[in-house]
Every structure is written in structure tokens, then in C-alpha cells.
């Protein structure tokens, strides 16, 4: 198995533009996790889904942030419109589900808004 | 919810000496408790798991121990090698309840 796919892998934007990152699951796995990773706030839950249902969004910073997973095999988180303050680095996770189990995180992708 | 916490946020020791790194959490009802290596520009990575049945748990040069009676957990790495430098991640979190609560972090530098 590829692991966890995400993509882009880099990505710089201008403030106020429309942001989208990508995720593919191992396949088989049915829970998916976003993060969000910076130096003063380290390694943040944003979001996670099973079976492509969002369980728990108490994370995402406010309504700048969406995610969606319209089948079991991709993921997307978005951000418009994009702000300085969302300069992270960005993972997706995946798991099985039903017991808490390994969460196997992509490559991750680095999001720099100017 | 659950909050972990994670001390030290920074160690350094020389190649050949031990590092442990430990862990507090507060929700009891937490039973599984992983550790994630994170390499520079890389996602995190288990390294290893322990869930509340045992008290320990052994994988060649890495540990972990449970005292779930004092709700904390602790990392230990002997023989460390360079290759060791990285950023290790707590996390406790109890079955079916689907995500898991990260410490900060801590970066370790084994040095030649």
C-alpha cells in the first residue's frame, strides 16, 4: 500500500484566495483525521471522520474551515478565504475504526499564505 | 475531554546514554497510549503502543511504561543513536472513542 496520499504537497497562496488540500486514505481504513501543525500551537485536531460521516469538528478554527469526504477514498479540507494566521503544515491521518487503533499520517502538506 | 501533558520539550544526551520522556494524562477512562516519531518533514510515525491492560511494554531499544493508578506513561530509548533525533508525540485515548489527545511534543537531539 502508498500509505496516505496527500496532496499538495507544498502550496503558497495570497491572502484571501481559496485554499483546497487532498487526502487519500489507505484504503480499508474507515476513520480520517485532519491536522494542523505550528510551532506555538503544535500537532492540533481539526476534524475526523468515520465512515465518511464528520464526527467531531470541534477543531476547525471557525467557518473559513471546511472538510468533506464524499466517499471512502478522499478527503478534502478547505479554507476560504485564506489569512497569514493559516501558514501551517497540514496532515491527514487514517485509522480503523471502531477501536482505537495506529493512525497512519501522510507526507503532509505545507501551507504557506502571504 | 482528555488533556496530556508532556515533559521535557527539549533533551539532548550524548549517543550511548538513555532519554526518557513522560507523559501525564486526566481522563481515566483513556486505555490506549501510543508514541509517534516525527522526522523533520515527515508525518508522525508509531514507534510503539501500550494499552492499559499492561504495565509494560518492550521493543528492542524502546520502552514504555503504564501507571495507570498515577495516570502517566512513560517513553524510554536506551543505546541512543543519532538516527534517534527527532520530535517524539504522547497521545492517550480510550476505545471507541475514535480520536486521540496529543501531547506537545518533545525534540530530541542525541549528539555524536
Known amino acids: 500500500d502508498a500509505g496516505v496520499i496527500q496532496s499538495p504537497r507544498h502550496e503558497v497562496t495570497e491572502m484571501g484566495q481559496e485554499v483546497t488540500l487532498r487526502c487519500k486514505p489507505i484504503s480499508g481504513h474507515n476513520s480520517l483525521f485532519w491536522y494542523r501543525q505550528t510551532m506555538m500551537r503544535g500537532l492540533e485536531l481539526l476534524i475526523y471522520f468515520n465512515n465518511n460521516v464528520p464526527i467531531d469538528d470541534s477543531g476547525m478554527p471557525e467557518d473559513r474551515f471546511s472538510a468533506k469526504m464524499p466517499n471512502a477514498s478522499f478527503s478534502t479540507l478547505k479554507i476560504q478565504p485564506s489569512e497569514p494566521r493559516d501558514s501551517a503544515v497540514y496532515f491527514c491521518a487514517s485509522t480503523l475504526g471502531g477501536r482505537v487503533n495506529e493512525q497512519f499520517f501522510g507526507p503532509g502538506t505545507r501551507l504557506t499564505v502571504l | ?112
Not at chain 2, 45 to 59: A, F, P, T
Not at chain 2, 69 to 94: G, N, R
Open chain 2, 1 to 112: 475531554g482528555e488533556n496530556v501533558e508532556q515533559h521535557p520539550s527539549t533533551l539532548s544526551v550524548q549517543e550511548g546514554d538513555s532519554a526518557v520522556i513522560k507523559c501525564t494524562y486526566s481522563d481515566s477512562a483513556s486505555n490506549y497510549f501510543p508514541w509517534y516519531k516525527q522526522e523533520l518533514g515527515k508525518g508522525p510515525q508509531l514507534i510503539i503502543d501500550i494499552r492499559s491492560n499492561v504495565g509494560e511494554k518492550k521493543d528492542q531499544r524502546i520502552a514504555v511504561t503504564l501507571n495507570k493508578t498515577a495516570k502517566h506513561f512513560s517513553l524510554h530509548i536506551t543505546e541512543t543513536q543519532p538516527e534517534d533525533s527527532a520530535v517524539y508525540f504522547c497521545a492517550a485515548s480510550w476505545t471507541n472513542a475514535g480520536k486521540s489527545t496529543f501531547g506537545d511534543g518533545t525534540t530530541l537531539t542525541v549528539k555524536p
